[in-house]
Nanobody, 128 residues
Framework: EVQLQASGGGLVQVGGSLRLSCVVV????????ISWFRQAPGKEREGVSC????????YYADSVKGRFTMSRENAKNTVALQMNDLKPEDTAVYYC?????????????????????WGQGTLVTVSS
């Protein structure tokens, strides 16, 4: 049984930073392709960033490229999303998702990956 626990959301001013964490419970996070999705009220869910197992490749949506960075913290069995220079349009509930055995070597949109597991989500609010 695998569970994902997303945390780190909160209220931040425009231009500020937050660091989200996705803890994988029940398996080794390093063996999973991990994605971050977000959904704002009235909008479609969108893939923000995703990282293949084995550190083969990392994808970033154009809207966050250069501002967000994914990384693995294997000692804590977590995957982090560092978010810098936050904008009001970043306001959303952020979800982490996982898929085993996905080791693509070319950055791939997160929506192209079938997600086996989803976390509960954490709310990010960017105010001005």
């Amino acid at each position: 049984e695998v569970q994902l626990q997303a945390s780190g959301g909160g209220l931040v001013q425009v231009g500020g930073s937050l660091r989200l964490s996705c803890v994988v419970v029940g398996s080794a996070a390093n063996d999973y392709h991990i994605s971050w999705f977000r959904q704002a009220p009235g909008k479609e869910r969108e893939g923000v960033s995703c990282l293949s197992s084995g550190e083969r490749s990392t994808y970033y949506a154009d809207s966050v490229k250069g501002r967000f960075t994914m990384s693995r913290e294997n000692a804590k069995n977590t995957v982090a999303l560092q978010m810098n220079d936050l904008k009001p349009e970043d306001t959303a509930v952020y979800y982490c998702a996982a898929a085993p055995g996905v080791t693509h070597t070319i950055p791939m949109k997160c929506e192209f990956v079938h997600q086996n597991y989803w976390g509960q989500g954490t709310l990010v609010t960017v105010s001005s």
